[in-house]
């Protein structure tokens, strides 16, 4: 995608769209479980950030040590708590947990298509621009390293790619955005996916 695309203005724009949900077995219908179940409510930030003439987004790696998800590329975020109001408050407070990020620091320009995950979580994105002094304070609790990527990049059709692993039950396919040393894959590589979607639907 074209970096010169993409403003502030024009990502605003795009998330005024309407919302048509993406899920982690759109590649893998047949793995969906039989039945209803119920998803739990997650959110996370998408932190995009101005260097120069471009954009960036800023990405987390996850601690190795934790149970779930350990070492993935993610967006600061989590399980929506009872005492977060709205399931934005609940993004902000897990960017302010992980990444140091105060809500003054960040300008929210709009939410976009909820994902559904394997683990049965629902997941509420919502983009927010970073102020450029920002310096990221890392919970090593939850967080290894953070890093930016060009916005451009992570969008840009030409860097998708499928893969595929064995999981429980056979082979099960998800995409993935690899970035230099970074493997942006899952969830988070299926919300930039989406966001990127958006954009070139302008």
Known sequence: MDR????????????????????????NPAARPSGSFELRP????VPLIERGAGINIILTRRAAHLRHHPGQIAFP????????????????REA????????????????????????????????????????????????EEVFEAPLAFVLDPANR???????????????AIPYGPHYIWGAT????ISLGDRMRGL
Do not use: K
Not at 4 to 27: E, K, M, Q, W, Y
Not at 189 to 192: G, V
């Open 4 to 27: 010169h695309c993409l403003n502030v203005t024009r990502i605003a724009a795009a998330l005024r769209a309407p919302s048509i949900g993406t899920s982690d077995f759109d590649l």
């Open 77 to 92: 975020g989590g399980r929506q708590d009872p005492t977060d109001p709205t399931p934005l408050d609940a993004a902000l």
């Open 96 to 143: 302010r947990e992980e990444i140091g990020l105060a809500r003054e620091q960040v300008t929210i320009l709009g939410g976009f298509d909820t994902h559904e995950t394997v683990t049965r979580f629902s997941v509420s994105p919502f983009v927010g621009l970073v102020d450029a002094d920002f310096t990221p304070v890392i919970d090593r609790a939850e967080v």
């Open 189 to 192: 590589a299926r919300m930039l």
């Open 42 to 45: 997650a959110s996370v930030l």
């Open 161 to 175: 790619q499928t893969h595929r692993r064995a999981w429980p039950g056979g082979w099960r396919r998800y995409q």
